[in-house]
């Protein structure tokens, strides 16, 4: 219940159609100009998680046979498990979708929390370079 819970609380932030509360605020001596369903829309990115969910159904690691033989076995097959045994079967592939997942994910992320200053020039106005500044920090961290 307790999980089912928090799963609701999650999914609560909606962008409310054609409901537009524009606000300005002072972040660092710069004026930035903020919506309320823009905000809403950031927080959408919460739902991450649901990728995790897909994978308690519609994978070869999680289906009814492969829960019949964990059962034997003595563990439950479920989305940790899938996500290690495709980690050894296709490491290529995994880690190249969820990096290009992570990368359109945070870039997107970056610009929208960056566009909104009023005055100062924006390097943000355009998604590639958020795209491009995601991919240089992922490639150059230590």
Known sequence: MKQFVIEILLNVFQPIPY??????IFNSQLLVRCSFGHILAIL??????????????YNLWTNQ???R????????PDSYFAIRV?????PFFILSFISGLFIILIGTLIRDFEYYTIDEPNAFLYYSNAYWLNIITMATSI
């Open 19 to 24: 409901f537009e509360y524009d606000f300005q």
């Open 69 to 76: 033989i964990g059962n034997l076995l003595g563990f439950e």
């Open 86 to 90: 495709m980690l050894k079967t296709n």
């Open 44 to 57: 959408t990115a919460i739902r991450i998680y649901l990728t995790f969910k897909l994978l308690n159904h």
């Open 65 to 67: 046979r492969a829960k």
